[in-house]
T-cell receptor, first 111, second 112 residues
Framework: GEDVEQSLFLSVREGDSSVINCTYT??????LYWYKQEPGAGLQLLTY?????DMKQDQRLTVLLNKKDKHLSLRIADTQTGDSAIYFC???????????FGKGTSLLVTP | NAGVTQTPKFQVLKTGQSMTLQCAQD?????MYWYRQDPGMGLRLIYY???????DKGEVPNGYNVSRLNKREFSLRLESAAPSQTSVYFC???????????FGSGTQLSVL
């Protein structure tokens, strides 16, 4: 299938902003998602964006989509230690029911 | 409201043994999925069921079979377990027309 690429690791200090980046290759992607996985748990949907949008904001989260470059980012403002987790970018295309996930970015927030 | 329930949470098998991973959802969702998660590989789709009575292969179906027993339940069977199937397995479900996948808490499987 098409690849979704993410950097594997990010470390930030508490109170700083975090930016997690993702690139995807399927230009027919209709929806793009950010999921969060805490240790020992399943994934939880954080937010998603439709492909005809370029930005979505939800409290401390801002998603930016550059459809021309097939680039998606997640910005977490005022990052807290509770934000430490693995963040997965995913895409859903017109061709399937299932999501195609990236490998995940481990975010470590230090005091 | 339990959401997506997976059993067992942990399992150790010997090579060649068989077992079935159970998944049930109580949200009346149409679609159900089985993913495996491996270090450095992210989540990869094994099988999915778009609706009751249908199943389709995902990215990595070899060595697995599935059964959509009814709308609530979607099981994953390993007929002859191999060490390469050591992984964390996640079941997920989604309502028709919805964008959100609801995940279970996972089954950690070790094949020795």
């Amino acid at each position: 299938g098409e690849d979704v690429e993410q950097s594997l690791f990010l470390s930030v200090r508490e109170g700083d902003s975090s930016v997690i980046n993702c690139t995807y290759t399927d230009s027919s992607s209709t929806y793009l998602y950010w999921y969060k996985q805490e240790p020992g748990a399943g994934l939880q949907l954080l937010t998603y964006i439709f492909s005809n949008m370029d930005m979505k904001q939800d409290q401390r989260l801002t998603v930016l989509l550059n459809k021309k470059d097939k680039h998606l980012s997640l910005r977490i403002a005022d990052t807290q230690t509770g934000d430490s987790a693995i963040y997965f970018c995913a895409e859903r295309t017109n061709s399937g029911y299932a999501l195609n996930f990236g490998k995940g970015t481990s975010l470590l927030v230090t005091p | 409201n339990a959401g997506v329930t997976q059993t067992p949470k942990f399992q150790v098998l010997k090579t060649g043994q068989s077992m079935t991973l159970q998944c049930a959802q109580d949200m009346n969702h149409n679609s159900m999925y089985w993913y495996r998660q491996d270090p450095g590989m992210g989540l990869r789709l094994i099988y999915y069921s778009a609706s009751e009575g249908t199943t389709d292969k995902g990215e990595v179906p070899n060595g697995y079979n599935v059964s959509r027993l009814n709308k609530r339940e979607f099981s994953l069977r390993l007929e002859s377990a191999a060490p390469s199937q050591t992984s964390v397995y996640f079941c997920a479900s989604r309502r028709q027309g919805g964008e959100k996948l609801f995940f279970g808490s996972g089954t950690q499987l070790s094949v020795l």
